[in-house]
């Protein structure tokens, strides 16, 4: 099930984003993770349109939507990934909005892949200044 953040969610959330984040994106040293974990926490999440999916009383991932158009994150918690939860959390935007945007690191292949495989498209590539890391502007338009 897919259903709207509650404020209870929060800490479950951000222990999955701070694991799952720190999985994908193993080429960032952790310690930037958890120096962006209060920010995360205490801007982001309450600034974004945030779902979570729900399975047996488990959350079990999440997606944010800034200004209805970017998706700052889709988080699947690491043992839950590669069954379908990602693109049930991706079609349930698409079916909601006609452009989406997002950022992904060139080094997170597995991210790059289902997004392209997911009708994403590359409009630019830059490097992240705080990381210094390669990474893509990406479009999805119906």
Not at 63 to 91: P, T
Request: net charge negative; proline share 1%.
């Amino acid at each position: 099930m897919i259903r709207n953040l509650k404020n209870e969610d929060i800490n479950t959330v951000m222990e999955l984003w701070k694991n799952s984040t720190m999985e994908a994106q193993n080429f960032i040293p952790d310690s930037y993770w958890l120096e962006n974990y209060d920010n995360v926490k205490n801007n982001y999440l309450p600034n974004s349109t945030t779902c979570v999916y729900e399975e047996g009383g488990e959350i079990k991932g999440f997606v944010s939507l800034i200004d209805e158009i970017f998706i700052g994150g889709l988080f699947i918690e690491v043992g839950s990934q590669r069954k379908g939860i990602g693109n049930r959390m991706l079609n349930f935007l698409k079916e909601r909005y006609d452009k989406l945007q997002l950022a992904v690191y060139d080094k997170n292949i597995r991210a790059m892949n289902f997004y392209l495989k997911s009708g994403f498209k590359i409009l630019n590539t830059e490097i992240d200044e705080k990381t210094k890391e390669k990474e893509h502007l990406m479009e999805w338009r119906r």
